[in-house]
Nanobody, 128 residues
Framework: QVQLVESGGGSVQAGGSLRLSCEASGATHSNACLAWFREAPGLEREGLTSIDKHGTTTYSNYVKGRFNISKDNAKNTVYLQMSSLKVNVTAMYSC??????????????????????WGQGTQVTVSS
């Protein structure tokens, strides 16, 4: 049973930084591709970044240079460090795990349909 629990969301001013955490159980650093997604009201869920078992990362053009994904294997936790946050409506940030590729990630950035396991998300509001 794979469970993902996000934390770290909240309110931040535009241009500021925030770090999200996702603790994974049942999906370890050695068998899962872990990724972060964002979903804003009225918009489709979009993939932001992923990290595979070797620490290889991918980033969407939207977050490249501003966000950083990392993981702590001992804690089975993946992090999303966000900086230079842009003003938008409240969005839900979720982490997800894909075990199909035995720890590798596919594609240039994560696609929601490829991920079977999802956390409940953590809400982030960026205000001006």
């Amino acid at each position: 049973q794979v469970q993902l629990v996000e934390s770290g969301g909240g309110s931040v001013q535009a241009g500021g930084s925030l770090r999200l955490s996702c603790e994974a159980s049942g999906a370890t650093h050695s068998n899962a591709c872990l990724a972060w997604f964002r979903e804003a009201p009225g918009l489709e869920r979009e993939g932001l970044t992923s990290i595979d078992k070797h620490g290889t990362t991918t980033y969407s053009n939207y977050v490249k240079g501003r966000f950083n994904i990392s993981k702590d294997n001992a804690k089975n936790t993946v992090y999303l460090q966000m900086s230079s946050l842009k003003v938008n409506v409240t969005a839900m940030y979720s982490c997800a795990a894909d075990l199909e590729l035995l720890g590798f990630c596919s594609g240039m950035y994560p696609v929601p349909a490829e991920y079977k396991y999802w956390g409940q998300g953590t809400q982030v509001t960026v205000s001006s």
